[in-house]
């Protein structure tokens, strides 16, 4: 006599909680794809401007300010890998939600590892799903701030450097 594998649960609200972590990280990643390129390009414009048309020597504190502007450009760079990095791992997280959910709709008894989906199992990977989302959301509110920090540092900067970009006229290019 053969026995049937176990009936399968119903897992709606677990389907539901997936549903609902991956629209939160959708949401939570449009927040990331802002303007930090903006800033970048325009630091790089303003400092290609000056670097082609200042001439004569430079006086100290508008050649530091300089460097600081740029070096915003470099940590601009480091943001944009950081965001880089926060949308891989919101691609995997997101990868095992879905897979998760899947493996539920399709009402499965058991996962690829064999292992029977029970409300013990679903329980313990939905928590281990939503752990992780929350360290991901950790990482992009740190983003945030780092982000919130350089842009007051651009923009204060910046202000100063219109300013003095204006003083410098272009310089005619040779025929």
Request: overall charge negative; some cysteine.
């Amino acid at each position: 006599m053969l026995h049937a594998c176990t009936k399968p649960k119903n897992f709606d609200a677990d389907i539901r909680a997936a549903d609902s972590l991956k629209t939160h990280m959708d949401e939570t990643l449009a927040l990331i794809d802002t303007s930090v390129l903006q800033i970048a390009d325009s630091i790089e414009l303003q400092l290609n401007y000056i670097q082609s048309n200042y001439q004569g020597e430079m006086e100290r504190t508008m050649a530091q300010t300089f460097i600081r502007f740029s070096d915003i450009r470099d940590n601009l760079s480091l943001l944009d890998q950081w965001r880089d990095s926060l949308h891989n791992r919101q691609d995997k997280i997101e990868n095992e939600l879905m897979a998760f959910r899947n493996a539920l709709a399709d009402k499965a008894t058991h996962d690829a590892l064999n292992r029977e989906i029970n409300e013990l199992y679903a329980d313990t990977v939905m928590q281990h799903l939503i752990e992780k989302e929350q360290q991901w959301h950790t990482k992009v509110n740190e983003w945030l701030q780092q982000q919130k920090s350089l842009y007051n540092n651009w923009s204060t900067l910046n202000d100063t450097i219109l300013i003095w970009r204006q003083s410098i006229p272009k310089q005619n290019s040779p025929a």
